[in-house]
């Protein structure tokens, strides 16, 4: 112990133990640290701010305490046996380092990583949005190049079949042929309308208010009661059930998310096998909307997953036209919003409208 009495530190406090644990030595840099004074130390125990816990003779420690001299104060504790030369253990060295300003350092440097990070995500949301954004618009405008000459092939149609109709007696074995082409026309001049909605540019001027409850009850009561008149006995027997959370008010076009959540609902009735069930559900944080959409079917595949939004692909061969989604995608998109889709084969899928809530936009 004698060779250590002169320890010394400008840096570090350094106090020396005999075998009882009484002081014996004490610097004045521990006594800055420790927020007291040499003759305080000298012959005593250690203060209490450290000495919280017994230690074993032969034990090394390695702590961090609570400063005594300010409230943010941390200190850092290093603990050890001193051994005589002939290896008996002649007392203890203890050495303390004021450690506040690194951490903070530290914490600051945790925050600005979390804030990056925070920031990283905004900006990789908002990259593929963009990406999205002009995928939309170039296929808006390819859409818009072509849907006048096919729309003026469909009035044509529609046109020779209402001249039909009228020639042709109700019970004439041809009407229901007629009737046929009437509805096929139709369905594609409703694609045609549906495929140049994508890319359109974002026309506000009916926005208003929009509660997601009142959304789902209005969608998902007009869905059961189709399903019920349909001929599709596996859609019939789907269970839907809801579960709305108040107070999820967005700005946006009630029509156009009637829309949305009706082509998520025809996709989970699709997916589900027959009796299985369906949940729709609205929540909300400080930020968000969630209009969400569950299924106990048969789920997606991550291809399938990559591909949901973009327009053309389905699942469906030639009877999927694989505008729904890419709808659905372009309506999230209008309204400032985003989808999320999460799934597993086999394990059915849930999609989410995302939209920024009310008081958020305000």
């Not at 209008?334 to 995302?354: C, D, I, M």
């Amino acid at each position: 112990m004698c060779a250590l009495q002169h320890v010394d530190s400008p840096e570090r406090g350094v106090i020396l133990l005999d075998k009882s644990l009484r002081v014996t030595y004490a610097n004045q840099r521990v006594c800055e640290i420790l927020g007291t004074a040499i003759d305080r130390l000298i012959g005593e125990g250690l203060p209490e701010v450290v000495d919280h816990r017994s230690l074993d003779e032969d034990e090394v420690l390695e702590e961090v305490l609570d400063s005594p001299l300010g409230k943010d104060a941390v200190l850092h504790r290093y603990s050890s046996p001193v051994y005589s030369r002939d290896g008996w253990i002649a007392g203890r060295v203890e050495i303390y380092s004021d450690i506040t300003a690194r951490r903070r350092l530290e914490q600051d440097i945790l925050d600005r990583n979390l804030e990056l990070a925070e920031l990283n995500s905004r900006l990789e949301e908002a990259q593929e949005q963009l990406i999205q954004s002009e995928r939309l618009r170039a296929l808006g405008e390819m859409a818009a190049g072509i849907a006048h000459d096919i729309n003026n092939v469909l009035g044509i149609i529609l046109g020779n079949v209402q001249l039909a109709r009228r020639k042709l007696d109700e019970d004439s074995p041809a009407m229901k042929s007629i009737q046929g082409i009437e509805l096929a026309a139709r369905d594609a001049a409703e694609t045609v309308r549906r495929l140049r909605e994508i890319g359109k540019p974002v026309d506000t001027s009916r926005y208003a208010p929009v509660d997601l409850g009142e959304i789902v009850r209005d969608v998902v009561d007009a869905t059961i009661a189709a399903w019920k008149e349909s001929r599709s006995v596996g859609a019939a027997q789907v269970t839907v059930e809801t579960t709305l959370e108040p107070d999820c008010v967005v700005w946006g076009n009630s029509v156009e998310f009637r829309e949305a959540l009706a082509n998520i609902l025809l996709n989970a009735a699709q997916a589900v096998e027959s009796r299985g069930k369906i949940e729709v559900s609205t929540s909300r944080d400080a930020e968000y909307a969630y209009l969400t959409v569950s299924d106990t079917g048969i789920g997606m595949s991550e291809e399938t997953k990559k591909r949901l939004l973009d327009p053309f692909f389905t699942t469906r061969g030639a009877e999927g036209t694989g505008l729904g989604m890419s709808m659905v995608d372009a309506i999230a998109i209008r309204h400032g919003g985003k989808v999320v889709v999460t799934s597993e084969e086999g394990k059915g899928a849930s999609v989410a409208l995302r939209i920024p809530v009310l008081r958020a936009r305000e």
